[in-house]
């Protein structure tokens, strides 16, 4: 884990705050404790202090005359090698940076006296953060250092309704009205003979409306185990989760063609599908698999708040309470994380067979528009809600207007939205060691939006790649215990009962995520309903939330259950107003 605060232009004052700040922050993550802020002494318009040594893999490399910090896991575009902090120093400034090809999950920065580079990854999964001041400008991977620094003290209210109503942060917004979120694919650079540049070597929308091609699904195989083998040599081991479903067990399959030392991970009740299924892929291959089992009431009662402040502060509001036992789960077993997410864009994750089927793409659209806000059962204000919707429809607009078939466009805003914004903060919610996504780099992109809609509805990646990595063995079978058909329209006519099964938003592995409502109820309504003259409930609706929050009974506490996460996005956002406003106090 690396954290940084670049700036251009700052006068000598806001370069010192920047490294006080810095040292503050830090502070918010107990396993860097014992970390040190550096920052550059040199003189000139750039200025960057970090965290120095944070994590077992550490992407740092400091010469007297240039500073490049590599946050997350960049792959060169042959999928062979990790690039380093090093690589990078290596080379002629912004040259890797401005590669078009450079893969993975990662941010990255490249500095000198007199320049200053940063780039991201394809979706923007590892974020960076700007704003601007009178003097020039700061970048940052997290918001709340440059918010720290500005003087952001106000929420966005936009924002705000979108996590509740979208269920994330969309676009380029964070909570921190201000401060800004640099968009996936970028390389922005300062140079002192120009005006910055704002470039998009990697934009994701020449993947998502590039023209239909024949998939090779040999080289999709060979692209993405080469990447895990790139991220296994350079990592030594790896951590991985293993369940029941798609992703994680074709990340299996990945790991185990590309030798890589893997512990797998797999979380819930003892008996549940995911555990058992594990289990048993554990045993047939011989795999170090761990289990970690559901934590107790009394356990999660006890280091709720605690573990609620400490979520919001280390991932500036954006990701939900919801997620906030995941912070009990043990230290990562390996340098370096793989997640399986992005998988479901290769399976029309938001497709339905009666769009999937459409000619009237109009109707289509709308209908995609409308399922993709949700007022909370009456959680949202009308006001809220409808701020929410401009921002699906800005998204709309704007992949019409690059070029996206009306069709494509569900698909591409599961790519670009839910991937590349709600797993961003997802993406390093818990400890500070890199994580990786083979399925969603750039090969495993470019595959899904070669196939129609239609096509990618028969989870054609899974089937095809599955059948080629482990041929005739059992954990290459369907979850559901069948695929669907490979014939597109055919495929319409199975599996919308399925995917609702395979979706399944509502899973709750660690078991207490519904009972912690009950458990806490008077509590977590009272640190909201206290907030009286909160901005927040111009978005929220206050008499829909204490009716949400009141009743005892049986009846009550099941409709809680409906709620639940609308109701814990509600209280992440007074949660983060709560530690923004007494950070200021």
Known sequence: MTLFVASWGANDQLRARARDVLRDYA??????????????GWTGPVHVAWLHGAGPVTGERAGADRVTLVDGVAIRGFGDAVVTAEAVAARPFGELAGDSELDGQFALLDAMPDRLGIATDTLG???????RTADGWLVSNRVEPLARLVGADAIDADAA?????????????????????????????WTPDREPVFSRPRDPWRIVTAPRTRVDMSALRDALVARCAAVGDWAGSVESGLTSGLDSRLLFMLLRAAQVKTIYITAGHPQSPDVLVSQRIAETYGVDRRHIPPFSEEEVRDRWQTLARQLVVQNDGMVSLWQNIDLMRPPVAAPVSFWGVGGNIGRSFYGTPRDLATVRTAAQLARFKAARTANGHGLVTADGLAASRRQVDEFVNTAIAQGTSPADVPDAFSALELIGRWSAPNTRKIYPTPVFGPLSTRPYLRATFAFSPVRRYSEPLHYHLFRMLAPGEEIANHPSGKWRPQIPYLNLLFGRARQRVMQNAGRDPLGIRYRILELLRAELAARCLDRTSSPLWQVISRPAFEAAMSGTSEADAERRTTLAKPILAVLTLFEYEAMRSEGRA
């Open 161 to 189: 309704a979108a996590f509740v109503a979208v269920g994330w942060v969309t676009g380029e917004r964070t909570l921190a009205d201000g401060v800004r979120t640099v968009p996936g694919g970028a390389h922005w650079y």
């Open 27 to 40: 502070g918010c993550f107990p396993e860097l404790a014992e970390c040190g802020v550096r920052e550059t």
């Open 125 to 131: 999964m590892y974020t960076l953060h700007w704003c």
